[in-house]
């Protein structure tokens, strides 16, 4: 309970500390202009800190992304759910889950040496200005690839949740596939659907390291489609740490207070809609007209001679309607290909960068100039990003797995309800915003004469800790939900006290399905970047202690991205190539777990 409980504290002290830190800003956000300019100016008496160009950057590109990612995820999902062959359908939901464990940065990366090229191509074929390639377009384009995994996944989902009888009764009708797909099945998971549409918007909103390296960075509001543009967390990331004083300070925490309440809504809301959809009693029933309703192969339903002439259908109709199911069930396995296509294309070309760059100097030396030239290594970083990693998992695995036993042994409690909403609240919360609180409360706290930590390990760990612990929570909750009751109640028969049960009976029933959770949560954390901008901040050293600058393996990619020595483009396509193959292993071996990731104490029944 004291570990739940934690976590109820931990989210009022977020909300509490950014609204501490931005009220010198909101005490006088008229004077300052935040809601009714686009200008940023702090050299101005009174400075004006307009946020409108942050906020239609940030609009803008969720809104390019949304239009790109949600017809392809929802296409996806149902020719997964509906068409494809089980070998298909296993193949594709492993390669989504796949490209949505691909670091964010990575995705920057690929985009700035990759895509952009691809956008400044387009731009000149269509008569545009020869442009760098970034801009709006481009942002809202790698948005479009990092949300649609999450689109297909909660899509999918939901499809299969559909009853057999729904489906079973519009094929007997005469339904083709296609119509019973439009007619039946996404009006039935329709709630659902809207509700991943909403968990992605709020994904987009948030999201940091790859729009900052694709939007250009010029805050400025231009409509044209060649325009560059920045975000409200990109301007965040870029200016927080070199801000000169507490009202720059106070006016970046206030950005990150809009982005909070913005994207937490926005979860709350598709939420909602997911919990709304569970308790629909009644089913949409599927429209017949007469005439429509055919007599196929697949018809089950005994029709009365006098009604037979009213559906019986014409030839010609007939063969438009096999022709349209044959034309969507080809549009809607084209969906499934194009968004896999960005993860082989990632993959192949970060293969093919970072396979002659990765050598024993890059894991054995630090960063070193040579006649000028960089030369080494990245070992300092892996060094940092390994404590990093460590550090978090002993910060958050035993608060998420102590929280998750209250949650599943204390079920009809009412605080268990509270605590499982705000953990919700927090999967879903931006990295840049609780890197902010991290940086409030850590690197530069100003309550109480509290003496400032500094950029430190402990910093960084902390920020990922927050970032963790509801994954961790999640997954654990759901694993110990799989034990059944009955070998609670056989231990309690034997005499065992609840303390006894939970340690020695609930969770080694349910340990190895824990453990892949906390597998799957350290490889979310490993690939982030910007929460680790703020806090551990980095160096070019080897890290000595926890309380000190640390380095971190996506910092450096970050840093080298856009340097144009083909040296530390070299580095940084190596450690990009180290960091995906971490990543992909961990979650690859996560799938080769999950055959066994049911409890394997629930076949007891």
Request: net charge positive; aromatic share 10%.
């Amino acid at each position: 309970m004291a570990s739940g409980i934690s976590i109820i504290v931990l989210a009022i002290a977020m909300l509490l500390v950014l609204t501490v830190q931005s009220w010198p800003t909101l005490s006088r956000i008229w004077e300052y202009q935040v809601l009714t300019s686009q200008t940023w100016d702090s050299n101005r008496k009174p400075p004006i800190f307009g946020s409108l160009a942050f906020v239609y950057g940030t609009l803008a590109t969720s809104a390019i992304a949304m239009l790109f990612a949600v017809p392809l995820g929802i296409g996806a999902a149902a020719f997964m759910s509906e068409i494809a062959p089980s070998w298909v359908r296993r193949t594709g939901s492993f390669l989504i889950e796949l490209l949505a464990a691909v670091p964010s940065v990575v995705y920057g990366f690929w985009g700035i040496h990759f895509l952009r090229p691809a956008v400044q191509w387009f731009f000149v074929k269509i008569g545009g200005p020869n442009t760098p390639g970034t801009g709006i377009l481009s942002a809202g384009l790698i948005l479009a690839i990092m949300i649609v995994p999450y689109i297909t996944a909660i899509t999918f989902d939901v499809c299969r949740s559909v009853p057999r009888s729904q489906r079973e009764g519009a094929l007997a009708l005469g339904a083709t596939r296609w119509q019973m797909i439009w007619t039946v099945v996404l009006p039935y998971a329709r709630p659902g659907i809207v509700a991943a549409c909403f968990l992605a918007l709020g994904r987009a909103l948030g999201e940091t390291m790859a729009v900052t390296m694709m939007i250009g960075n010029r805050p400025e509001i231009n409509f044209s489609i060649f325009a560059s543009g920045d975000s409200i967390a990109s301007v965040i990331a870029n200016r927080l740490n070199e801000a000169d004083s507490p009202e720059v300070r106070s006016a970046l925490v206030t950005l990150g207070l809009l982005l909070l309440l913005i994207t937490s809504a926005i979860n709350i809301f598709a939420r909602w809609l997911i919990r709304r959809r569970g308790m629909v009693k009644q089913q949409p029933k599927a429209k017949v007209e007469p005439g429509e309703a055919g007599t196929g192969p697949k018809a089950a339903v005994e029709i009365a001679p006098a009604a037979a002439p009213a559906l019986r259908v014409s030839p010609g109709r007939l063969a438009w309607n096999n022709f349209v199911n044959r034309a969507m069930t080809g549009i809607l396995g084209l969906s499934l290909l194009v968004t896999l296509i960005p993860l082989f294309l990632i993959l192949g070309y970060i293969l093919y960068k970072g396979f002659s760059a990765v050598d024993a100097k890059f894991f054995l030396e630090l960063p070193k100039q040579v006649r000028g030239e960089p030369a080494g290594g990245l070992a300092h970083a892996l060094v940092g990003s390994a404590i990093l990693v460590v550090l978090t998992v002993v910060i958050a695995v035993p608060i998420g797995v102590l929280t998750a036993i209250f949650l599943a042994e204390t079920r009809s409690v009412r605080l268990a309800a509270v605590i499982r909403f705000i953990t919700e609240i927090l999967v879903g919360m931006p990295s840049i915003v609780i890197g902010i609180f991290a940086y409030a409360v850590l690197v530069v706290p100003k309550y109480g004469g509290a003496k400032p930590l500094g950029f430190s390990a402990w910093a960084g760990s902390f920020a990922l800790a927050i970032m963790m612990i509801p994954v961790v929570v999640r997954s654990a909750e759901e694993a110990l939900r799989l034990v059944p009751q009955t070998l609670r109640h056989a231990s309690y028969a034997l005499g065992a006290a609840y303390w006894q049960t939970v340690l020695r009976v609930t969770l080694p029933a349910a340990l190895p399905a824990v453990i892949t959770g906390i597998i799957l949560a350290a490889s979310r954390i490993a690939g982030e970047t910007a929460p680790l901008l703020l806090t551990a901040y980095g160096s070019d050293y080897m890290p000595r202690g926890f309380g000190e600058k640390t380095p971190f393996l996506p910092g450096y990619i970050y840093k080298y991205s856009t340097m144009p020595e083909l040296a530390y483009q070299r580095q940084a396509w190596a450690a990009a190539l180290v960091l995906l193959v971490v990543v992909m292993l961990l979650n690859v071996s996560i799938r080769l777990l999950t055959g066994r990731r049911l409890v394997a104490a629930s076949r007891a029944d």
